[in-house]
């Protein structure tokens, strides 16, 4: 079965770390590329970072530049989300997701995660 399953969500004080993961299984990992998008309640899906797949080349989002790291084992099939310096604003549910084209990765990807909850108190 072809899926992604991410853990790692949870509460935090703002100031705080989270570690996200994204297992993938079912298709050759290292044939797609795979981002991290977040939704939070009443906004759009916001695309936040993505790490390519042939180059390892990492991409953020002003929003999380210099406090989120994202990087991959392809030993494991996963993918992290290191979140430092957490803020009020970074709640959301948040996904991963994966394709094969890094620029379809930013549009429309093929597969898509069920999503873990980060929620950061004031």
């Known amino acids: 079965e072809v899926q992604l399953v991410e853990s790692g969500g949870g509460l935090v004080q703002a100031g705080g770390s989270l570690r996200l993961s994204c297992v993938a299984s079912?298709?050759?990992?290292?044939?797609?590329?795979i981002g991290w998008f977040r939704q939070a309640p009443g906004k759009e899906r916001e695309g936040i970072s993505c790490?390519?797949?042939?180059?390892?080349?990492?991409f953020y989002a002003d929003s999380v530049n210099g406090r989120f790291t994202i990087s991959n084992d392809s030993a494991k099939n996963t993918v992290y989300l290191q979140m430092n310096k957490l803020k009020p604003e970074d709640t959301a549910v948040y996904y991963c997701?994966?394709?094969?084209?890094?620029?379809?990765?930013?549009?429309?990807?093929?597969?898509w995660g069920q999503g873990t909850q980060v929620t950061v108190a004031s």
């Open positions: 790490i390519s797949k042939s180059d390892a080349n990492t």
């Open positions: 997701a994966a394709d094969p084209s890094i620029v379809k990765l930013t549009t429309a990807p093929s597969l």
């Open positions: 079912g298709f050759t990992f290292d044939d797609y590329a």
